[in-house]
């Protein structure tokens, strides 16, 4: 299957940077070091103290996956579109604890990729972490043709909404979504991924006919998945939603 995906474009006011300088700048960094909770909490601080809204999970979404994490207890954990670490962090230092051996994030913007492994030296998980620069569709094959990773495990997906459909469908032709294999997703209701969530919840039969349609490929029709969306409302009235799914199985 072949996907078509942006290639990086710097598009940037230089916050990230800002939040870097910030953080590195705080009179309590030495008590901050290698604490990915205060790393998180800096962060947080930031957006709060100067009225710069990042694009990260936050704290309320963040914890229904925390909590999959500490229940699933994988070796691996893949993210697409790591911004400046947030959820590198939190995630992270989740599955580290859980006894985990490596999370893995994909990132295209190099200039984000490096704000987020300062971050992550500073949490002390520049170890643990791995940041992988490119886009994902082409990472996430080279992952695969290398034999770095056979199967998912936990996947968190928070990059291009639209690119969400395409590299599900992706990772289910070349197996490495297979029952066990838990997705959650991010922002799927501001802006929201449509074609992901139908494509989720349509029946196997149909999927087949979708398939059989398209001869380029379109994933593995005939995989099974549970699916639920965890819905978040904020101070300011704003909505959004986590879609948390589960391969049950495959149809024969």
Not at 3 to 29: A, K, M
Not at 50 to 76: F, Y
Not at 151 to 175: Q, S
């Amino acid at each position: 299957m072949t996907t078509t995906q942006p290639q990086f474009v710097p598009n940037s006011d230089g916050r990230e940077l800002e939040l870097l300088q910030y953080v590195y700048g705080l009179p309590n960094l030495d008590e901050i070091r290698g604490h990915p909770d205060k790393v998180v909490a800096a962060i947080d601080e930031f957006v709060e103290a100067k009225s710069r809204r990042l694009m990260n999970v936050g704290v309320a979404k963040a914890q229904p996956i925390t909590t999959l994490i500490s229940e699933i207890r994988p070796e691996t954990m893949i993210e697409l579109g790591g911004y400046v670490g947030y959820s590198a962090i939190v995630f992270g230092d989740a599955l580290r604890r859980a006894g985990g051996k490596r999370y893995i994030s994909l990132e295209l913007d190099p200039a984000h990729a490096a704000v987020a492994n300062m971050l992550l030296d500073l949490a002390g998980l520049r170890g643990f972490v791995q940041i992988i620069i490119g886009p994902s569709d082409r990472t996430l094959l080279d992952l695969r043709r290398r034999g770095e990773v056979t199967h998912l495990e936990l996947l968190f997906l928070d990059h291009w909404k639209d690119l969400y459909l395409p590299d599900l469908k992706l990772c289910e032709e070349h197996g490495l979504i297979a029952p066990g294999t838990v997705i959650a997703a991010d922002n799927v209701i501001i802006p929201g991924a449509p074609d992901y969530m139908d494509w989720l919840r349509t029946p196997v039969e149909k999927k087949r006919e979708v398939v059989k349609a398209d001869k380029s490929g379109n994933g593995n029709p005939n995989l099974l998945y549970e699916t639920m969306t965890h819905e978040f409302v904020f101070p300011d009235g704003r909505r959004d939603g986590v879609e948390i799914t589960k391969c049950i199985g495959v149809q024969a």
